[in-house]
T-cell receptor, first 112, second 115 residues
Framework: EDKVVQSPLSLVVHEGDTVTLNCSYE??????LLWYKQEKKAPTFLFML????IEKKSGRLSSILDKKELFSILNITATQTGDSAVYLC????????????FGKGTHLIIQP | GAGVSQSPSNKVTEKGKDVELRCDPI?????LYWYRQSLGQGLEFLIY????????KSGLPSDRFSAERTGGSVSTLTIQRTQQEDSAVYLC?????????????FGQGTRLTVV
């Protein structure tokens, strides 16, 4: 059974801090790894990673994948209160299913 | 429409009753996904539609759950004889083509509470 594990489950930091969120996975047929930000109910897409060692960057957010060690990290630098959200990691493993396997998420709280 | 629209946004139902959840995807999106998010859990894949057909129903948790899509647009997820463990947020997403998760947009979800 495909599995995605995120850590930590929750994290509280102060504005301006840098955070690193972790995602490890065990899947039978890896196609890609995706990060989403979930505020309230609707997740919004952040990054898709398919190749090891290539950093994806968008503003203060960046992410990288290690396909040998089967994990990814999401970094947020100079955090702001608007970064408070649940960050979800998901793996697209194909295998006949077009759905994603999600981790439980990291609940990030940025204190002013 | 401008975004994925789900209704109702909240639903409280008595155990044993049937419920119907609706998803109106972005116009022109052929792929539609249903997910369920229980408290403190990640999203759990339920079913995927490409057009009106559902090539993958593997995620439906029991035969009380069914879904259909008509006209390649609106989809309904039906839960019969609801149980308390069905309480969750049900999220719908759509994308232009199947497997294009980078282009998938999520609706605001329906929060289902079974009492």
């Amino acid at each position: 059974e495909d599995k995605v594990v995120q850590s930590p489950l929750s994290l509280v930091v102060h504005e301006g801090d840098t955070v690193t969120l972790n995602c490890s996975y065990e899947v039978t047929n890896f196609r890609s790894l995706l990060w989403y930000k979930q505020e309230k109910k609707a997740p919004t897409f952040l990054f898709m990673l398919t190749s090891s060692g290539i950093e994806k960057k968008s503003g203060r957010l960046s992410s990288i994948l290690d396909k040998k060690e089967l994990f990814s990290i999401l970094n947020i630098t100079a955090t702001q209160t608007g970064d408070s959200a649940v960050y979800l990691c998901a793996v697209d493993s194909g295998g006949g299913a077009d759905g994603l396997t999600f981790g439980k998420g990291t609940h990030l709280i940025i204190q002013p | 429409g401008a975004g994925v629209s789900q209704s109702p946004s909240n639903k409280v139902t008595e155990k044993g009753k049937d419920v119907e959840l609706r998803c109106d995807p972005i116009s022109g999106h052929t792929a539609l996904y249903w997910y369920r998010q229980s408290l403190g859990q990640g999203l759990e894949f339920l079913i995927y539609f490409q057009g009106n057909s559902a090539p993958d129903k593997s995620g439906l948790p029991s035969d009380r759950f069914s879904a259909e899509r008509t006209g390649g647009s609106v989809s309904t997820l039906t839960i019969q004889r609801t149980q308390q463990e069905d309480s969750a947020v049900y999220l719908c997403a759509s994308s232009q083509r199947g497997g294009r998760h980078t282009e998938a947009f999520f609706g605001q979800g329906t929060r289902l509470t079974v009492v």
